[in-house]
């Protein structure tokens, strides 16, 4: 028997993306990376290319294939674990690169009556992602689907709420 809570927990990652437009608005505050966002999330993407280049004699260099590649040897090779919610993390802020350069999305700090964390948006819209704890929270319950396939799952459920473009 599946225990209950490790689905709740996939659940609401799959819905919370879709649900964040729907919150009360004056609950919500979408600001610009502060300067300490930007430190932090570089300090994260060289930990994981100091990771990637001391295991695989290779670097993360934003090429999609590549780079989701890595980031599942990490994972298959036990390198990074499901405790190790930092490098996990890290992932995340990587594959949000990721997101963005396909997608032409900004990193904002999203911030509501849950607390502050670091999203993807599309544009000035209410269409966000929040890429950092899309691994994390999978790896910490187990959950092993592959980095390819939430990446996909991301794009294909933003690229579904994006609003076709006048003439197409």
């Known amino acids: 028997m599946v225990h209950p809570r490790p689905l709740l927990l ?20 979408i600001s610009k990376l502060t300067h300490i966002d930007l430190q932090y999330m570089q ?18 260099n934003g090429s999609k294939d590549k780079d989701l ?3 599942q040897r990490l994972l298959d090779e036990n390198i990074v674990s499901g405790n190790q919610t930092s490098e996990l993390q890290a992932m995340g802020i990587v594959m949000g690169d990721l997101l963005a350069s396909e997608l ?9 009556r849950y607390g502050r964390t ?9 269409s966000y992602l929040f890429p950092v704890t899309m ?3 999978r790896r910490e319950v187990d ?17 579904a709420a994006i609003p076709a473009l006048p003439f197409q």
């Open 10 to 29: 996939l659940l609401l990652l799959i819905v919370w993306p879709l649900c964040s437009a729907s919150m009360a608005q004056d609950d919500l505050t």
């Open 43 to 60: 300090q994260q993407r060289d930990s994981l290319n100091a990771l990637t280049a001391r295991n695989f004699g290779g670097q993360l």
């Open 143 to 159: 959950d092993r689907t592959p980095v390819v396939d939430i990446y996909r799952r991301a794009r294909d459920t933003l690229r």
């Open 118 to 126: 670091r999203a993807l948006r599309y544009k000035s819209t209410d």
């Open 135 to 137: 691994i994390s929270r």
């Open 69 to 71: 590649a890595l980031l």
């Open 104 to 112: 032409s999305l900004d990193w904002v700090v999203y911030e509501d």
